[in-house]
Structures are given as C-alpha cells and as structure tokens.
C-alpha cells in the first residue's frame, strides 16, 4: 500500500506560486529517487519533475525554468515549487518513489492544482 501524502494544492491566479509536498509515510527514510508526475482532466498522466539521491534534477519542457524540485530525507519530504503557474499547469499533482517512474504501480490522493486565467 502507498503510503505517500502529497499537499499544497490550492486554486492560484496564472502567473502565482504554489508549494507542493510530499510525505513518505512508508520508509524510515528518504534514501531514492522521486518523482513528480501531474494528469489534467481528460489526459494521460504526465512527468513534470525528478530528483535523485544525490539531488540530480530533471524536469519536463513545460516547467523548466519555473518548478523547482527539491527533498529533505530527514522529514522524508520531497517538494515542488512552482513559480509562474499557468492555466495549463492546471492538474492533480503525484509523487512516486522511482526515477521518473512509479516504482510502486499505484497512486496516492494527489493534489489539485488549479490556475485561473
């Protein structure tokens, strides 16, 4: 069972921030590679973000340059910080255990993100 808890979701004008986290309530610790991923109503779901071990980061054309990925393994927490929001970042929000993958094959709540015009 998933046992990870993602907040921050909120409803932002276009051009906002949000802060989205993410508890790992299943580890002791943080110690792999994890991944954002978002699906907007009526679409696939999508990468958005990465970040390794060792802090590598990778992030999909559409939010390089305005998300920035990030983890504290003390807290078992990675976050998203998303700067410049448009109306297409628009989506519920998930994170996964995996290197722009879902190691577990199953999905939390998420969150909703929601941009207005």
């Known amino acids: 069972q998933v046992q990870l808890v993602e907040s921050g979701g909120g409803l932002v004008q276009a051009g906002g921030s949000l802060r989205l986290s993410c508890v790992d309530f299943?580890?002791?610790?943080?110690?792999?590679?994890m991944t954002w991923f978002r699906q907007a109503s009526g679409k696939e779901r999508e990468f958005v973000a990465a970040i390794s071990v060792r802090d590598f980061t990778h992030y999909a054309d559409s939010v390089k340059g305005r998300f920035t990925i990030s983890r504290d393994n003390a807290k078992r927490t990675v976050y998203l910080q998303m700067n410049s929001l448009k109306f297409e970042d628009t989506a519920v929000y998930y994170c996964?255990?995996?290197?722009?993958?879902?190691?577990?094959?199953?999905w939390g709540r998420g969150t909703q993100v929601t941009v207005s015009s």
């Open positions: 299943g580890r002791r610790d943080l110690l792999y590679a």
């Open positions: 996964a255990r995996g290197w722009i993958t879902n190691e577990d094959n199953s």
